[in-house]
């Protein structure tokens, strides 16, 4: 049989697909692409938004929500101590501990870059399909035992020289060993770093919501592309 000639229009028309066939190909690629730096840039934005809202002077100390309190039974036995006269050591130590609170997570952004700079495509791709906390998720995997493992230290500079602290250890030491209390209050500092990683994260968690409703007033064309309605 013989072929059929092109007319003139019928070239033209297969001229205007040949850009689409090229791009068939690698469309996928740069939807990824894509979603992985969107999502990489929404990461830095929450963590940094967050370090800098608690990692400063009172921003444990003076937050409504996110003060941190004595461990539990230390918190109860407090105003019996205020009561005794002993109520300057206990405001003394409650500000030790949210102001360590505060060093801690002024110093943490460099491992929360780190994990971003660590996350797969496959991960990015998992979050934008995820709920509203993925990215908080995320770091609370990638960067709680990093944390916890910088914060305790600084958090025990801070509180040791309080002899409520000694007091509280020793106390919560024996529960600990007896299987009554959990390793978040086997010691004033586990119970510090504790609530300053679940403050932190909770502040990342609050970004990350606000940026996925309303990613336009990020004013990134990147992340409104990845994460817009």
């Known amino acids: 049989m ?7 229009r019928q070239f033209k028309a297969a001229l205007l697909w040949i850009p689409l066939w090229g791009l068939a190909f690698p469309a996928r690629a740069l939807v990824e692409s ?14 940094t938004a ?8 009172d921003g444990f100390a003076a937050h409504p929500r996110l003060r941190i309190g004595l461990p539990p039974p230390l918190d109860a036995a407090a105003p019996l101590l205020r009561a005794t006269g002993q109520g300057r050591r206990v405001d003394e130590l409650e500000l030790a501990i949210n102001r360590a609170a505060e060093t801690a997570v002024g110093g943490s952004l460099d491992l929360l870059r780190q ?11 998992g979050l934008v399909r995820g709920g509203d906390t993925g ?3 995320f770091f609370a995997r ?9 914060f305790a230290p600084l958090v025990a500079q801070a509180t040791r020289r309080h002899a409520l602290t000694e007091q ?24 510090v770093t504790a609530q300053a990683l679940d403050g932190l994260y909770h502040t990342i968690g609050e970004e990350e919501r606000r940026l996925r409703r309303d990613p336009a007033a990020a004013g990134s064309a ?6 817009g309605r």
């Open 168 to 191: 509280y250890n020793a106390l919560a030491g024996r529960a600990a060993a007896a299987g009554l209390i959990g390793e978040r209050r086997a010691s004033l500092e586990a119970h």
């Open 115 to 125: 994990a971003v700079r660590g996350m797969s495509v496959e991960d990015a791709l």
């Open 34 to 47: 894509e979603a992985a730096a969107g999502v990489r840039a929404a990461l830095e934005r929450a963590a």
């Open 222 to 227: 990147l992340l409104r592309r990845v994460f």
């Open 50 to 57: 967050a370090v800098a809202t608690l990692g400063r002077r």
């Open 2 to 8: 013989a072929r059929r000639a092109w007319t003139r």
């Open 135 to 137: 990215i908080t998720e």
């Open 142 to 150: 990638k960067t709680r035992a990093p944390l916890t493992e910088r």
